[in-house]
């Protein structure tokens, strides 16, 4: 049993129709036929939506998230039309918005990893491989690897789990022109972010990126490059073989997983809420991603 805790009313807005609740974002439709995202606060940790909410998240996503867009824009078009708030939509909508593209979304998450963790070294540690793919021995927790790979994984509903596939699992689902494509677009993207994170001290570890299609482009779309999609590690604390600190959800993560929770994850139980100080120290590890990477202060 897994996803909401407490799911949301959608907020109506006339002109925008409501499409779907995801795990963090609102989707709409407006009247011109783009969709209208926007980033809630919510948080989500082993397949649940948590019933508190970090405060500034929402926008601290969407911000970041059109900073690599720029950043990037010379290696992937982006789904982004407009920044501009719909007309009669609330004031807290502001710095959390995007209207976007209506894509023809493909049905993979596009997980690049450099590193070695979470789910990859799980199936390391039984098989030497990640997705099928053979690594070398020797590899701990928070290796670099030889170089980055692939790691495709399904796109699961709010409260399933997305499940890693191999490459070849891809090319059968949509194609082997589009699961090339997918994989050249997937490490050209993490590859340069990586360049750009380490040039301000910070380890991209992995993340994960959704495409869509607009007639023949493949396009960049939903978030990008935020600490709920990637693992950041700051670069001056890294050392493989442990558990890495870093400025993402992995704090609320080991939070939920110790005895101060007093959750079990294995039980049918929903998580509990999160107490003040995980709430504050949670919001600090986000703002200080968006303010190490892109070289400005949160306000």
Known sequence: MSGFVEKPEPIEVPGLVHLHTGKVRELYRNEAGDLVMVA??????YDWVLPTEIPDKGRVLTQLSLWWFDQLRDLAENHVISTELPEGAPADWAGRTLVCKSLKMVPVECVA???????????YNASRTVCGLALPE?????????????TPATKAE?????ENV???????QVGAETAAQLRQATLAVYSRARDIARERGIILADTKFEFGIDGDTLVLADEVLTPDSSRFWPADRWQPGRAQPSYDKQYVRDWLTSP???????????????PEEVVAATRQKYVEAYEHLTGTSWS
Do not use: C, N
């Open 40 to 45: 809630s606060d919510r948080m989500s940790a």
């Open 113 to 123: 990893r450099g590193y070695l963790t979470g789910s990859g070294l799980l199936e």
């Open 138 to 150: 020797g590899l701990v927790d928070g290796s670099e690897l030889p170089a980055p790979i692939f």
């Open 158 to 162: 709010v409260g399933e789990h997305d």
């Open 166 to 172: 191999s490459y070849e699992e891809v090319a059968r």
């Open 260 to 274: 101060a929770s007093g959750w079990d994850r294995k039980s049918e139980q929903p998580p509990p809420a999160l």
